[in-house]
Structures are given as structure tokens and as C-alpha cells.
């Protein structure tokens, strides 16, 4: 037989020795041997983690569990791929006619899954110089959208018009990161970034809730992550200063609108994001300070 042959010549069902013609023979073992063989081969395994399995002696199976484990994390990237260009399909099959350049052009620019390190590199672009690594990292965990395993085609083109939007030349030249985050600088950049973090956690729940902006424990954490960036205190006087320094600010509305499609799950409610978590909590400080005048 060919197959038997052929794990015979790579030295993975061994002869017991050769007939007067030159026949192959084989020992008692090797019926089973081939059986384990042509199983592990029925599992994908490829010949060299065949040859590990079988050279497995005395080790209770752990190189088996071992080479298992790992095509399963293959597996699993194979069909997170498969699963976004079925996705990526189906868009081009509900696009247009007239439009189907334009999605190609955005789908070819991506690859499946796709790789968030574009998004990564704006956001770095972005950060203030010098900003310590953690604090930058910690910022970049919360500002890049993790494509999701199981996309829908409005996920796919929303992560497109991203990387898009992250790598191409920005509408009136590079997006300038806001006076009231530079004047930080690098140290109070830190504390900054660390404070909005807290801030927009707390600011999630009310978020989903549908609840209207007001004040609370995420507008006071909001408003200490610019006080403590400055070196200064959360009085009244600083609410009402802060809130005209970020009204005059440039904002990257799009960028959070096309991050909430991305991280939200398909017919679920839109889940927050700092973009929008940020909206929230600037609405809340104007609606303190109106109260408080």
C-alpha cells in the first residue's frame, strides 16, 4: 500500500525487516501503530508532530496534549479568518453595484482577521511625547477596538473605514491632540489618561442604562483627572473653566462612532466607548454648572 509506504520511508512505521524479494515486513505493533498514525493524521496533525506524538514515551501523553492544543489555537485563528471574509462577502454581495469599487478598495487594505496595528500607531502618534509606557499602553487598550471573532458585514466595513481612517493623510492636515490634554504635559499626561480611564468606567454603566447626564461619582472622577493633571483642586471655579476649555476642543467623533460598530454585538445596544463615555461626562459637567450658577 502507498500510504503505508509512505509513513515507512519517513521513518514513522518502522520495518521489522525484508522478505527473500524484498518485501516489507512488519511487526506485531505496527497494525496499531498505523491505526494511532492515520488518527492523528485524521486530526490534522502535520508529520512532524505525528512523529513527537509517537516518540512519546513514558510522558502520559503530554506531548499529545500539547501538539492538540496548539492545532486548536491554528483552528481557531483559521476559522476567526474564514469568518471574517464570509462576513466581508457578504458586504460586497449587499453593496451596490456603483459602490463595489470603493468597498474593494477599503476591504483590500485589510487582512482577515485584521491587524489593529494601525490604529495602535495613530493613537501613539497621538499621545503626548515622552508619555510613560504603562500609562500609554493602558490608554491604547481601551482605544483600539479588538475586531471581533464572529463579525457581521457592518462590523467588517466599520473596522475598514478605520484602518482607513487611521492610515490616510487627515482632512486639513494631521489631527492635532487637544491644548487641554498637551498642556499636561508627559507626568500630568499620565495622571490624565489614568483618571479619564477610571472616569469612563464608572461612566459605562449609566451609559447603557440610557440615563441622562448628571452629576456623580464618574463626573467627580472626571473632572479630578484634569484637576490632578494640573496640580490643581475640583472647585467650582475649575468646573466652570474646564468646561470652556473642552468645549473648544477638536474631537474625534468619527473615529468612536465607527469604534462602537465595531465592538458592539450584532442587534445589541451600542456599547460604550470613550468617545462616548467623554460626550456624556461633558454634558454632565454642563449640566452641574448650570445648576450650580
Given at each position: ?32 501503530r ?19 506524538v ?20 491554528e483552528?481557531?485563528?483559521?476559522l ?34 485584521p ?15 515622552r508619555?510613560?509606557?504603562?500609562a ?5 487598550d ?7 471573532a ?59 442604562r440610557?440615563?441622562?447626564?448628571r452629576?456623580?461619582?464618574a463626573l ?17 471655579d ?38 462616548s ?17
Amino acid at each position: 500500500m502507498k500510504t503505508v509506504r509512505f509513513y515507512s520511508d519517513r521513518g514513522l512505521l518502522p520495518e521489522a525487516g525484508r522478505s527473500g524479494g524484498g518485501h516489507r515486513r512488519y511487526g506485531p505493533q505496527a497494525l496499531e501503530r498505523l491505526r494511532l498514525i492515520r488518527s492523528l493524521r485524521g486530526l490534522d496533525l502535520p508529520l512532524p508532530e505525528v512523529r513527537r506524538v509517537l516518540d512519546d514515551e513514558g510522558a502520559a501523553g503530554r506531548v499529545l496534549e500539547e501538539a492538540v492544543a496548539g492545532r486548536l489555537r491554528e483552528l481557531g485563528g483559521e476559522l476567526r479568518a474564514l469568518r471574517w471574509r464570509e462576513a466581508a462577502l457578504r458586504l460586497v454581495q449587499e453593496c451596490p453595484p456603483g459602490r463595489r469599487a470603493d468597498l474593494l478598495r477599503l476591504l483590500g487594505a485589510i487582512d482577515s482577521p485584521p491587524s489593529t496595528a494601525a490604529l495602535a500607531r495613530f493613537w501613539r502618534a497621538w499621545l503626548p511625547a515622552r508619555m510613560p509606557a504603562r500609562a500609554a499602553a493602558a490608554f491604547l487598550d481601551v482605544a483600539v477596538p479588538q475586531p471581533p471573532a464572529d463579525p457581521d458585514p457592518a462590523q467588517v466595513l466599520a473596522f475598514a473605514r478605520l484602518h482607513a481612517m487611521t492610515t490616510g493623510p487627515c482632512p486639513g492636515g494631521p489631527q492635532p491632540q487637544p491644548q487641554v490634554h498637551r498642556v499636561a504635559g508627559p507626568g500630568g499626561s499620565a495622571l490624565l489618561y489614568t483618571g479619564l480611564a477610571e472616569a469612563f468606567e464608572l461612566a459605562g454603566p449609566q451609559l447603557r442604562r440610557e440615563r441622562a447626564p448628571r452629576p456623580g461619582e464618574a463626573l467627580d472622577a472626571y473632572v479630578a483627572a484634569y484637576a490632578s493633571a494640573y496640580g490643581g483642586r475640583d472647585t467650582r471655579d475649575f468646573r466652570r473653566r474646564l468646561a470652556g476649555l473642552l468645549a473648544a476642543e477638536p474631537r474625534l467623533d468619527r473615529y468612536w462612532e465607527l469604534t462602537a460598530v465595531v465592538i458592539t454585538p450584532p442587534g445589541g445596544r451600542p456599547e460604550p466607548t470613550p468617545g462616548s463615555a467623554d460626550d456624556w461626562l461633558r454634558a454632565a459637567l454642563d449640566a452641574d454648572n448650570a445648576e450650580a450658577a
